[in-house]
């Protein structure tokens, strides 16, 4: 990313106008093992299901590429040879157990030091509470949560309720929302290939929909998304037809994705920021990006705070002014929040 970019990008996070997206690819350790292993829930799950899949006598055509599949497509493979009468059913059990067995075994240190920064919602494409419980490890930090349901109207409020108000989260109570399920709900879980189009089927028909607080907020023009751990340059069809979607081309501000495989395919990279407003930056590793981030987002945080060091705010001093034009315009010596004219008035609350 070029200065500007990053001095772009840090203004949003700083103003609260950037919404994080956790996807599967986001790195993750396993202090299961000795020594400490990273991945991250794509790869566990992919190789879980691909131990399954071992297990089956039935042999098909992608036995010699398994080990290239992503995870949507090793599901799609399982549910197909699955023996059981109900392969979905035995899909979740295999999930569900198989994370409530890893999890006490996993952190995320990257996550960690990501949430130094402003963040007050995000968006997480994995199915576990994982992310959440992280940020509640951080000390004055307490998570809230919920996720959507791509099968069951009546699982999905009209509005999400929060411990803020009206607002989606704040700094020291971010709101996570599993946008692909939970397995609090091993039904709402969409992970095969057939399953990721039902969802998108869904969501763009609003059957069910999404919490309508929760759609205004990701449909907002002033907000941009920051993608982590995720694979635009392997599902290209999937992330263009969610960001029209999410209405990422009327978005008045730039949105960022990492893209952790090298790509050669420049007119989907061109594609992405002329079409729909998302730069994708190559990075050999998400844990890099976020010392990037971190350093960039603490240089310019500091310059903001050094711009604004001798503006006092004098105890008593109003709150609200007046201001009287004739004849051409006049400007107040400070920033109102907010000004009306009336017939040459203005009128205005300080910030």
């Known amino acids: 990313m070029t200065s500007n970019e990053w001095i772009k990008l840090c203004k949003n996070i700083y103003e609260r106008r950037c919404i994080l997206f956790i ?7 396993n ?13 566990l799950l992919s190789e879980k299901l691909k131990e399954e899949l071992s297990c089956f006598q039935i042999k098909t055509i992608f036995n010699d590429c398994i080990e290239r599949m992503e995870l949507s497509q090793v599901a799609t493979d399982y549910l197909k040879c699955c023996a059981e009468p109900i392969p979905r059913q035995e899909l979740e059990s295999v999930i569900e157990n198989y994370l409530d067995e890893m999890t006490p075994n996993l952190s995320s240190p990257v996550f ?26 951080v000390q004055n930090k307490i998570a809230q949560h919920s996720f ?29 929302y599993n946008i692909y399920g939970s ?40 907000n941009c998304f920051l993608f982590i751990g995720f694979g635009f340059a392997s599902k290209d069809w999937f992330f263009r037809i969610l960001l029209h979607t999410l209405g990422s ?63 006092k705010v004098v105890e008593g001093a109003p709150t609200a002014f007046i201001l009287y034009t004739y004849g051409c315009a006049s400007v107040p010596i400070f920033s109102p929040s907010s000004v009306e004219t009336l017939s040459g008035f203005a009128f205005g ?3």
Do not use: C
């Open 23 to 29: 996807g599967s690819e986001f790195p993750i350790e």
């Open 31 to 43: 202090r299961k093992q000795d020594p400490v292993v990273e991945t991250n829930f794509s790869d």
């Open 112 to 137: 960690k030091s990501l949430m130094q920064l402003p963040f007050s919602f995000i968006v997480d494409t994995n199915f576990t509470n994982f992310f959440a419980t992280e940020i509640s490890s």
């Open 148 to 176: 959507y349901h791509f099968r069951k109207p009546k699982a999905n409020p009209d509005n999400v309720s929060t411990d803020d108000g009206e607002k989606i989260g704040t700094e020291a109570h971010p709101y996570v």
């Open 183 to 222: 397995i609090e709900d091993t039904q709402s879980i969409a992970i095969s290939e057939n399953e990721l189009i039902e969802w998108l089927t869904n969501v763009i028909s609003h059957n069910p929909k999404i919490p309508t607080n929760i759609k205004n907020l990701l449909q907002d023009s002033n």
């Open 249 to 311: 081309v009327n978005k008045q501000l730039t949105s960022y994705a990492t893209q952790s495989l090298n790509t050669n395919n420049n007119s989907s990279v061109v594609f992405f920021k002329v079409g729909l407003k998302v730069g994708i930056y190559p990075y050999d590793n998400h844990q890099m990006f976020v010392t990037d981030l971190i350093e960039n987002y603490k240089k310019y945080e500091k310059k903001e705070t050094d711009n604004n060091k001798d503006i």
């Open 349 to 351: 609350f300080l910030k």
